[in-house]
């Protein structure tokens, strides 16, 4: 399968679990709007997501993948299968512990996470009790991850890339049809919320499990010491853990900011994490699709390339997903900072959710989307490192991110408010991801090919073009009041957003770029 046939199948399938992680916010938002008990949840739902970023997605993946994409190609698939198996025993082991600790210290991790939900004692106990009850969810998410690894380096994406939206469906139904039954029973309705998070959970792992079966790679989970013991010994969980440590720091920077942000944020106006909430779920459409999609794919394959000792292919694919970044990141830039009020008042804009409400996440998104292009980039351009088992170094550069978030900070939200916390992280990415692109460049491992310099200003040309037409619409039409004609609302944005999109790319073909073409490269 070639890489943009596996880039656009992961892509499809992460449009579709956003498409349903939308439909699951439009619910959220309709329902309980922005209040104590949103706040409540959201913080409740970021701490095993923090957990599951530091120990899954972020420090485990990142050191997992490039040692098992460099045992199957130096050792064979037999060698690689008890790997899997030593690391999946270590692993579950660790998760029990994780949950059960996570458990008892809930009342310690929501007061860091947002002390400032206190202000609202019923908010801050539903908290603590929405945390006790979804932090398993974490166990069921590390699974997944090393799941997802094993797929993924068999270049078997679909599955894992499809998972995410069983979580969104479990939600959907836990908002749609138990939510109103909780009501009805005189328990408080955002509760059904947390139910959901843990069936979604258990069904992610549960559709796992037949694809490994079917490679034949089904992990082994040793119950007794002897089993244990071999785990710990063997050469390649070792090295897992040993790049796990560097990794561990750089995500927990990530995530200490995170932490900080939320913090902040619980102490700006009621409802102010919910409103930087639901703009961060917006951005994940343009990260996931573009990023995360390009991430999950070159991963195995740069991993590969530097096991073989080639590093003109190891380069080339760089490059390939710098230009995939730059041609769809830098209108989605342009999109979501001239049409985020459009976008918010379409989706959100029902029921519980105000005007008040919409004007507040219009200005959060637009902090993000300030440094959309850093935020897509860092995707392609960390793996880079990670595929040559160089952890380090992005861990030195998220500390001093970390740094710079937290300064821009305490310049922005005086100002600004919660549009304050998402800019600083914004402008922060596109930083983060210069430094990593430098760094690249300088060691010599990415080369760029000729041809970037005519490729950037084609795209800023049609970009331009793009801007021009959207300041047009957003002043032909006010998006509030439009609020009584939904299906109005809804059919004005689709065509605007069409014509956004034939704007953009007549524009860069007549600029001499021609996707296709491009594309197939």
């Known amino acids: 399968m070639s890489l943009l046939k596996s880039a656009s199948t992961v892509s499809l399938l992460t449009l579709l679990s956003r498409i349903t992680g939308l439909v699951r916010e439009l619910l959220v938002a309709s329902t309980f709007g922005a209040s104590a008990m949103t706040d409540a949840f959201n913080v409740a739902f970021r701490i095993p997501n923090l957990f599951r970023r530091l120990f899954a997605e972020g420090a485990f993946s990142q050191a997992f993948v490039p040692v098992l994409a460099a045992s199957k190609a130096q050792h064979g698939d037999e060698a690689t299968h008890q790997l899997i198996d030593h690391v999946a025993t270590l692993l579950a082991w660790t998760l029990l512990a994780t949950c059960v600790l996570g458990v008892l210290a809930a009342p310690l991790l929501v007061w860091v996470m947002a002390s400032g939900l206190k202000q609202n004692p019923q908010g801050y106990d539903a908290a603590v009790f929405m945390t006790r009850f979804m932090f398993p969810y974490i166990g069921f998410m590390s699974l997944v991850a090393l799941a997802a690894g094993v797929l993924n380096t068999w270049k078997r994406f679909a599955v894992s890339a499809a998972t995410p ?205 300030a440094g959309l292009v850093g935020l897509v980039a860092i995707k392609v351009l960390a793996p880079g490192y990670y595929a040559n088992q160089d952890i380090k170094t992005p861990v030195r550069i998220a500390v001093l991110i970390l740094v710079l978030t937290q300064l821009m900070n305490m310049v922005l939200v005086p100002i600004f408010q919660v549009a304050g916390l998402s800019l600083s992280i914004g402008l922060a990415a596109m930083v983060n991801a210069a430094l990593l692109l430098t760094g690249l460049i300088r060691r010599g491992t990415f080369k760029p090919e000729p041809g970037w310099g005519r490729f950037l200003l084609q795209v800023l040309a049609g970009s331009a073009l793009l801007a021009v037409y959207l300041l047009w619409v957003l002043q032909s039409f006010d998006w509030i009041a439009l609020q009584s004609e939904s299906l109005k609302r809804v059919g004005l944005l689709a065509l605007t957003l069409g014509g956004a999109a034939l704007v953009y790319l007549g524009a860069v073909w007549a600029a001499g770029l021609n996707p296709r073409q491009f594309l197939r490269r």
């Open 165 to 369: 939206v069983l979580l969104n469906i479990a939600m959907i139904s836990a908002a749609w049809l138990l939510a109103p039954w909780f009501k009805s029973q005189g328990i408080e309705p955002i509760y059904a919320m947390g139910v959901g998070v843990v069936v979604g959970g258990m069904l992610q792992l549960g559709v796992q499990i037949p694809a490994l079966k079917r490679l034949g790679l089904l992990p082994h989970i040793a119950l007794n010491r002897e089993g244990i013991r071999a785990a710990i010994a063997d050469p390649g969980t070792r090295r897992i853990g040993k790049l796990m440590m560097p990794a561990l720091l750089g995500v927990s920077v990530a995530q200490i900011s995170l932490l900080i942000n939320t913090q902040i944020a619980s102490h700006l106006p009621t409802g102010s994490v919910s409103w930087l909430t639901y703009a961060d779920r917006l951005m994940e459409f343009p990260t996931a699709m573009l990023g995360v999609a390009l991430g999950v794919v070159l991963m195995p394959q740069l991993a590969a390339a530097r096991a073989a000792g080639d590093p003109a292919r190891y380069s080339a694919y760089l490059d390939w997903g710098l230009r995939i970044v730059v041609v769809l990141s830098v209108p989605s830039a342009i999109g979501l900072l001239l049409y985020a009020k459009p976008i918010v008042a379409v989706l959100y804009h029902n029921g519980a959710f105000s005007a008040a409400d919409v004007a507040q996440t219009t200005t959060a998104l637009m902090g993000y989307a």
